[in-house]
């Protein structure tokens, strides 16, 4: 579904990302971790036509160079790590924002709503308060608000940027679970940008791992993450060990390197 070749990207001197390859397969969920600054952000932006860089990006085939915005957006959808806030906009309102990719500025202009919006409030479960205005909502709510716009794009893959950020560990865990039921029931593409590694390696179907803006480590949860995993990336010591029902790494880390 994701297919990225040779990706470069430079913030003037510095070199953010180089030669990053990655795949991504249909209906598979990557996680993306590492270090503030290795590159995580930039890579997904890449990925969603959002920053200029050498290289290609693929998207069902499809050179995402060679598309519009619209056509991108149709394809791909994106959950930033921060919006705007927008004083008195509805919940209901701000998820008919996207359906822009689909309606068209005349579309728009009607008003209303269709399938895909009813549907994105349905399994985020927002339709509950979809006449609250999204300011007054709480941290958990106004997440899964911000979902419910991205998947009313109705597009196969979702870009998540730190989807957790700001949230306590029970909201935290409430998005990664929609997350992973919402996969399931539309056969998403799911890449995510997450600080948590052991929240990576419980929900993730792959962890890719970057240092200083190349791949350092790509694979199956269970195959990469090891205490040398936490020394070359994060920097610190820990300990690692597997989880006794699922299989899945476990980590504690112990000191600063």
């Known amino acids: 579904m994701i297919e990225a070749k040779g990706v470069e990207v430079h913030f003037g001197q510095r070199v953010v990302l180089r030669g990053v390859d990655l795949e991504v397969a249909e209906g598979e969920w990557v996680a993306l971790v590492g270090r503030n600054g290795c590159g995580k952000t930039t890579l997904l932006r890449v990925l969603a036509g959002l920053r ?51 309606r068209g500025p005349l579309g728009m202009l009607g008003g209303g709503e269709d399938a895909a919006v009813r549907n994105a409030l349905r399994v985020t479960g927002t ?24 998947l009313a794009q109705a597009a196969p893959v979702l870009l998540l940027d730190e989807p957790t950020t700001y949230l306590d560990v029970r909201h935290q865990l409430e998005v990664l679970e929609l997350v992973e039921r919402l996969r399931g029931e539309l056969g998403l593409t799911v890449v995510t940008v997450l600080h948590d590694l052991a929240q990576a390696a419980r929900y993730a179907d792959r962890v890719v791992a970057l240092r200083e803006g190349v791949i350092h480590a790509d694979g199956r949860a269970a195959d990469v993450v090891d205490t040398a995993l936490l020394s070359d990336v994060f920097g610190v010591r820990g300990r690692v060990w597997r989880d006794e029902v699922t299989g899945r790494p476990l980590c504690v880390y112990d000191s600063v390197e």
């Open 127 to 150: 339709d509950a308060y979809a006449d609250a205005q999204v300011d007054r909502l709480s941290g958990g709510e106004r997440q899964r608000v911000r979902l419910a716009l991205a």
């Open 52 to 102: 200029r860089a050498t290289g290609s990006v693929h998207i069902g085939g499809t050179p995402l160079e060679s598309l519009s915005r619209r056509e991108i957006a149709r394809r791909v959808a994106v959950l930033p790590q921060a919006m705007p806030a927008v004083p008195a906009l509805t919940v209901r309102q701000l998820v008919r924002q996207g359906r822009y990719a689909v």
